[in-house]
C-alpha cells in the first residue's frame, strides 16, 4: 500500500490542521493506519493510530483531548484533527499502515507499522 500525507503548515499556537493521509494500492480498508511525528534531533514518536474498521482507536497520552484520529474508508484517506495547537507538536508527521491482522490497539512503536508515507512538516509557533 502507498501512502501520500498531507495538510501540513504554519500556524499559530492554539490553532489547529487537519492532516490527510491518501492510500493506494491494496485494498487501503484492509490496513489498520496510525500517525507518528518526528521532531529534529529526537526519535520517531507515536502520535494515533486507528483500526481499519475504525472501532478502535488509541492516542499519546501527550496529544489526547486534542487531536482527533478519523478515516473515511471509502476516500481511502485517514485524518488526524489537531487542535489547540502547541510549539512542542512541531514535527514532522509521518503516517503509516499495517496489514489489519497484524494490528494490536497498544501497536505504538514504529517497527509495528509496514508501509510509510513522506511525511508532512508542521511547525507551530507562539
Known amino acids: 500500500v502507498q501512502l501520500q500525507a498531507s495538510g501540513g503548515g504554519l500556524v499559530q499556537a492554539g490553532g489547529f490542521l487537519r492532516l490527510s493521509c491518501a492510500a493506494s494500492?491494496?485494498?487501503?480498508?484492509?490496513?489498520?493506519m496510525g500517525w507518528f511525528r518526528q521532531a529534529p534531533g529526537q526519535e520517531r514518536e507515536f502520535v494515533a493510530a486507528i483500526s481499519w474498521s475504525a472501532d478502535s482507536t488509541n492516542y499519546a497520552d501527550s496529544v489526547k483531548g486534542r487531536f482527533t484520529i478519523s478515516r473515511d474508508n471509502f476516500k481511502n484517506t485517514v485524518y488526524l484533527q489537531m487542535n489547540s495547537l502547541k510549539p512542542e507538536d512541531t514535527a514532522v508527521y509521518y503516517c503509516a499502515a499495517v496489514y489489519r491482522s497484524r494490528w494490536d490497539t497498544w501497536d505504538t512503536r514504529p517497527k509495528d507499522y509496514d508501509y510509510w508515507g513522506q511525511g508532512t512538516k508542521v511547525t507551530v509557533f507562539q
Open positions: 494500492g491494496r485494498t487501503p480498508s484492509n490496513y489498520a
